[in-house]
């Protein structure tokens, strides 16, 4: 075993009153108090469900002993909840959630869509820098993650299925003329994760060079804002 091996399995999980599952319960708690038709609300409470169900059907002790199990989700919903109380003083968010808490009230924009652009912000930038936090902070090589971040890509297909499943219109699904069915076809996670894989090694290895590596998650951010953007385009 190498010595940044050991010092990547030596860390403990992310669990406890600061772990992920205490931040789901604010971030519950939060989307509790927001009325049914606003899109924060709506991706909050279906990653939420989606969650719920992913860890109903783990087996036990699932990744518990995994490189970096449990820090890279961790970050993730930090993330996002640091984006919802920021939202909530009036503070600017970063710009791959932006879309989404500018049209949140907005009536031409679907439930779907209001899913699809969450899990865009979360695949495209937030995921794209827990790695590298993940990794600075147990001393390794993003590569010792690939398992956690696989794990966390399933999760997160589980939650595109479920807001495929539970969002759509209609108990048949979406009509081939719907609109909604052309523009949640074009966005595919599958291409999403893959671009955060290598988004993520691309920064790992621009950290050294502190103002690109700045420059390239602004971007980042940047890019990925304007593909929510997209996902969020009002359908009457």
């Not at 600061?18 to 519950?28: E, F, N, Q, S, T």
């Not at 679907?110 to 990794?135: E, K, S, T, W, Y």
């Not at 499943?165 to 909604?180: F, M, N, Q, R």
Request: aromatic fraction near 6%; charged fraction near 20%; proline fraction near 6%.
């Amino acid at each position: 075993m190498t010595t940044t091996q050991r010092r990547a399995t030596a860390v403990p999980s992310a669990r406890g009153a600061h772990g992920p599952a205490a931040v789901r319960a604010r971030l519950r708690a939060t989307a509790d108090t927001l009325p049914d038709g606003d899109g924060v609300a709506v991706f909050t409470r279906a990653a939420l469900a989606a969650a719920r169900q992913a860890r109903a059907a783990a087996p036990a002790g699932l990744c518990a002993g995994a490189a970096g199990a449990g820090e890279l989700e961790l970050r993730l919903v930090r993330r996002f909840a640091a984006a919802v109380d920021a939202a909530a003083v009036g503070l600017p968010v970063p710009a791959c959630w932006r879309p989404l808490f500018q049209l949140r009230h907005h009536p031409g924009v679907r439930p779907l869509q209001f899913a699809l652009a969450g899990i865009n912000a979360q695949v495209g930038h937030d995921l794209v820098l827990a790695v590298v936090d993940a990794a600075q902070a147990l001393g390794c090589e993003p590569s010792w993650l690939e398992g956690e971040f696989d794990r966390l890509g399933a999760a997160l297909a589980g939650l595109e299925e479920y807001a495929r499943d539970h969002l759509a219109p209609g108990p048949e699904g979406l009509d081939v003329t719907d609109p909604l069915a052309y523009l949640a076809g074009a966005w595919s996670l599958e291409r999403a994760r893959e671009g955060a894989w290598a988004a993520a090694r691309m920064l790992w290895g621009a950290r050294r060079a502190p103002e690109f590596a700045r420059e390239c998650a602004e971007r980042l951010d940047a890019g990925t804002g304007l593909v929510g953007r997209c996902l969020l385009t009002p359908l009457g």
